[in-house]
């Protein structure tokens, strides 16, 4: 059983400290979600677990499973069992989804799928996100809705099977069908047990259909209040008002 | 356009077939400016004499007839007259000329294929003419490999609805130099498409030109290069519409990779006073690799009528973009394939419009050939 532990990590963006000594662990089972307002450094804890350049980690450790995450690059991150949901999925001309799919799927099982097995598994993780055949055939991303980019990282998601997945606002900008579409995704993932999940979101919404078994409170780079699912009902009423008075 | 310089359209009206009507540049012409004069090996300045060889095969179509001629033979220079004073030496200096030739209604049901085979470091001038008479069809491939100093000009005639594909490669050993014209002239309705792949040699100096003498001609000019460490390759596009609802549409893309390697690209696309209801569109994009490599990218366009249909221009020139790069590796895809795909990615879409399939697959293994060295 795998297991996430994020300690004491601390980040900067070109010298501006945003993460200010970050402690969390995530267990194989169990759903987190993360809640803060815009700016409190949601995404940055994101993109940092995941090796986004932009970030420069100043302290502090990212283990799965024992191994520092920081050490590796962003692709042995992400064979190591780490993913990341984008929140805004970059468009890359010329290079197809279903080559695109193809290669991530190789590169993290360490071998080529069949390609008969692969059609199968793409085709139907496809027609459970409602997407539509034709995509396959497309740009990555390119000229994607925003709907159409969510459910394209659900697919992965469901594809590589990663042990930790790290879900960045993937809520954000869905209508309710489409919303209830991803999260389905999502509740597909965790069902095995064998999953973590830390979904980073602003909203409660996403959480009527993929309960937390966690809730932390972000705020001016660290976590400032954690509970259970209670307390996402009780941000929903009271708003994040008095974290950003707090941390201000 | 500042006030002093001289406007667009008038580049293109210096044109002879004597040579002695062009000075040798010395480098500060907009024309040569970014052309590093020194690596000509004399071809600009008279001091290049023939010498050494280029062979030149052709395996036709069987509709398709091939003529050795000399310099002398009447349909030479009909469609273009040189425009440089390299384009001047190569048809002062040439002694062969290829003619190929397609009959009235005739459709190619095979490419044909003139190899241009450099022998050594000899120079070389040379002159081909494909001419497609009415209705004709062919589609033409020029593969320039080996070693050579070689000017050429090249003469594209294409009849009325006429269409004529043409696959130019220049595939040369990497101490080649080549400069080459190639004019194509646009009958009635006739379409004309033109894929230029320039990989190899020193220095390539490649400029295709079009011309249209009547209304409805359709041109496509297609573009890839790929440039190392030390190489020059400048391409030089214009596209002249002096004619009535005519199209054109160029688009180039290129890779650079290494210490020195420098694209030139140049498009000049004007569209005449008569031209009313033209519709052109010109595109170029450079791929920076690494440090020390350099694009030079010049778009240029002269509208002198109020009535077209379209008319547009871009040009960019960037690094990989690390966003494009950590989406693929945030899936697992190891860095080098990361940077493939998105290379591959950026140049997939025109490997596709070689209308070879050989020729595709044989671009497509030199790109890859490139981005694994």
Redesign the interface.
Known sequence: MSTLEIRDLQVAVEDKQILRGVNLTVKAGETHAIMGPNGSGKSTLAYAV????KYTITGGQVLLDGVDLLEL???E???AGLF?A?QY??E????SVS??LR??VT??RGEAPKLREFAKDLKAGMDALSIDASFAQR??NEGFSGGEKKRHEIL?LEL?KPKIAVLDETDSGLDVDALRVVSEGVNRFRASGETGVLLITHYTRILRYVKPDFVHVFAGGRIVEEGGPELADRLEAEGYEAYTKASA | MGLNEKPLSTLHEKASYELADFAVPTGREEEWRFTPLSRLKGLHDGTAAASGGVNVTVEAAPEVTVETVGRDDERLGKAYVPADRISAQAYAAFEKATVVTVPREAVASTPTTITLTGAGDGVAYGHTLVKLEAMAEAVVVLDHRGSAVYADNVEFVVGDGATLKVVSLQDWADDAVHVSHHHAQLGKDATFRSFVVTLGGDLVRLSPSVSYTAPGGDADLTGLYFVDAGQHLEHRLLVDHSQPNCRSNVVYKGALQGDGAHAVWIGDVIIQVEAEGTDTYELNRNLLLTDGARADSVPNLEILTGEVAGAGHASASGRL????I??????????D??RR??I??????LIEKIEVEELRDRVMSKVEAELAG
Not at chain 1, 92 to 95: A, K, L, Q, S, Y
Not at chain 2, 344 to 349: K, Y
Request: no cysteine; proline share 8%; net charge negative.
């Open positions: 995941a090796g986004h350049p690059s962003v692709d991150r992400a064979r990341l984008m999925p970059v890359v001309p010329g290079v080559n695109f290669s991530a590169a993290v740009n990555l992965q590589l | 973009d690390d966003e494009h950590f989406y693929l590796q945030a899936r697992g895809i190891p860095f394939e990361a795909l998105v591959r990615g950026f140049f997939g879409q």
